[in-house]
């Protein structure tokens, strides 16, 4: 059973860095794009970044310059690098493999940002 399991949530202050990471395992890792979602209490998820299986990359325009997506084929794990957290980024956050035919999520994991 393909398993994704995000990791490196938590509490943070406003202003401060969080790294998300995201296992993947029991898939051709490589063959996917991944992406982060997010879901804040009371609304939509949303997207949140994406990188392609040749590691182009892709972000919401709201999240431009703060946050960076990144992969590791050898490793089969993607991560986001969240800088300058504000409250508005508080939200769980969701890992995501998709390929054309398959699309499988994490649990998730919770990013609170609070003073």
């Known amino acids: 059973q393909v398993q994704l399991v995000e990791s490196g949530g938590g509490l943070v202050r406003p202003g401060g860095s969080l790294r998300l990471s995201c296992a993947a395992s029991?898939?051709?890792?490589?063959?996917?794009?991944m992406n982060w979602y997010r879901q804040a209490p009371g609304k939509q998820r949303e997207l949140v970044a994406g990188?392609?299986?040749?590691?182009?990359?892709n972000y919401a325009d709201s999240l431009k310059g703060r946050f960076t997506i990144s992969r590791d084929n050898a490793k089969n794990m993607v991560y986001l690098q969240m800088n300058s957290l504000n409250t508005g980024d508080t939200a769980v956050y969701f890992c995501?493999?998709?390929?054309?035919?398959?699309?499988?999520w994490g649990q998730g994991t919770q990013v609170t940002v609070s003073s």
């Open positions: 029991r898939i051709i890792f490589s063959a996917y794009n």
């Open positions: 995501n493999a998709r390929t054309s035919i398959y699309a499988y």
């Open positions: 990188i392609t299986s040749g590691g182009s990359t």
